[in-house]
Each structure stands twice: as structure tokens, then as C-alpha cells.
């Protein structure tokens, strides 16, 4: 069975600021795929960002990139220029490769943007 | 709009009192799923469905049920609600046999006194 730990429970960070969100992974399969999903106040689920994992680039998104280490099985958060907005619950997921298109989730950072 | 529903989005109820919890997508997705989140667990599947009258079990199915008739509509029904259920809830749906993003609803939070 696949794992996701997040060691960061919370996290703050100053406005304008990047903040990096740690997040590791413990799987068998070769290839699945990574995603971080944002849940703001208004607990609503937004995916941020995917990642396929026979893709050696990492995946950008606008000012959200990640870190994506194969074979340390890391797949870390970048928010650049942090914005209020991005206050939220962050969760790490992982998906296996098709058939049940179940995601794994970790257990979140909870993200505080400090104006 | 693309969208996932799910009613109620608040629930109170008593232990032991049947309710369902409704989740309907108008995207024409084969795949559906439940969810339950708690604080410092994440999110953990209940129940899936690959496509209409096929169901099967998450990773925490104890004291729910589903069904799936219809492509858009996937209940979830608790026929003896626990305190233990006490937790925010969530459907999601996609396309089957692509990784595309998951449409998540915006949630239904139940209470179990």
C-alpha cells in the first residue's frame, strides 16, 4: 500500500516570501502520479499542481513549483512571491497508474501567509 | 458549470438515525468516489464506482453504503450513523482510464451526537 507523510503539520510565512512544503512518498509502483491540492477556509479542494512521474521536469505552475525526487521518493511545494491567498490546508497525494483512480493523501500543512 | 454537487453541505443528526448524502456531476464522468476527512489523517477514500451498478470498497467502507444507478449520481448512505462518523465529507469525480484532475464537491459536514 502506498504511503504520503507530511512532517510539517504548520507553516507560516511572511507575504512576498517562497515557502517550501515538504512531502515524501512510499510506493512499489513505477509509475503513478503526484499532485498538491490546496483546501482554503472555504474547504473546497483546488488541485495546484501534478506531476507524472516518468517525467524527469519538474512541473510549474504560475508561481507554484515542485521538487520532484524519484528516487528519494520527495515530491516538495514551492510557492514563490506567497500571496494572502494562499493561506490554506496544503495536502500531498499520490495516485496510482490508472484502475482505481484512488487518491492517497497525506495528512496536510497548514499554511499561514503573514501580511 | 462543470461542477460537483453535494447536499446537504451541514447535517446534524442522532446516532443510529439513517440519512444519505447526495453527490451528482454533470460531466458525464464514469469514475466517482468518496471521501472523509479528519483532522491529522488527510483525506481517506470510503467508496468508489468505475461506472454505473459498479461499486466497490476504499480504504475505510465500514458503516456506509453506496449505490450508483445513474452515471451522474453517487449516494452515500449511513443506516446507522455513529459519533464516529462525525467528519467532512467529499465526492469526487473523473473521466476513467486518464489521470485527469479530480472534481472534488464542496463538501458536507456531518455531525453524530
Known amino acids: 500500500a502506498q504511503t504520503v507523510t507530511q512532517s510539517q503539520p504548520e507553516m507560516s510565512v511572511q507575504e512576498a516570501e517562497t515557502v517550501t512544503l515538504s512531502c515524501t512518498y512510499d510506493?512499489?509502483?513505477?509509475?503513478?502520479?503526484l499532485f498538491w491540492y490546496k483546501q482554503p477556509p472555504s474547504r473546497q479542494m483546488i488541485l495546484v499542481i501534478r506531476?507524472?512521474?516518468?517525467?524527469?521536469q519538474n512541473a510549474t505552475e504560475n508561481r507554484f513549483s515542485v521538487n520532484f525526487q524519484k528516487a528519494a521518493k520527495s515530491f516538495s511545494l514551492k510557492i514563490s512571491d506567497s500571496q494572502l491567498g494562499d493561506t490554506a490546508m496544503y495536502f500531498c497525494?499520490?495516485?496510482?497508474?490508472?484502475?482505481?483512480?484512488?487518491?492517497?493523501f497525506g495528512t496536510g500543512t497548514r499554511l499561514t501567509i503573514i501580511p | 458549470e462543470a461542477q460537483v454537487t453535494q447536499n446537504p453541505r451541514y447535517l446534524i443528526t442522532v446516532t443510529g438515525k439513517k440519512l444519505t448524502v447526495t453527490c451528482s456531476q454533470n460531466?458525464?464522468?464514469?469514475?466517482m468516489s468518496w471521501y472523509r476527512q479528519d483532522p491529522g489523517l488527510g483525506l481517506r477514500q470510503i467508496y468508489y464506482s468505475m461506472n454505473v451498478e459498479v461499486t466497490d470498497k476504499g480504504d475505510v467502507p465500514e458503516g456506509y453504503k453506496v449505490s450508483r444507478k445513474e452515471k451522474r449520481n453517487f449516494p452515500l448512505i449511513l443506516e446507522s450513523p455513529s459519533p464516529n462518523q462525525t467528519s467532512l465529507y467529499f465526492c469526487a469525480s473523473s473521466p476513467q482510464g486518464t489521470v485527469y484532475e479530480q472534481y472534488f464537491g464542496p463538501g458536507t459536514r456531518l455531525t453524530v451526537t
Open positions: 460531466m458525464n464522468h464514469e469514475y
Open positions: 497525494a499520490f495516485m496510482k497508474d490508472f484502475g482505481n483512480e484512488k487518491l492517497t
Open positions: 510506493t512499489s509502483e513505477n509509475n503513478y502520479y
Open positions: 506531476q507524472e512521474a516518468y517525467k524527469q
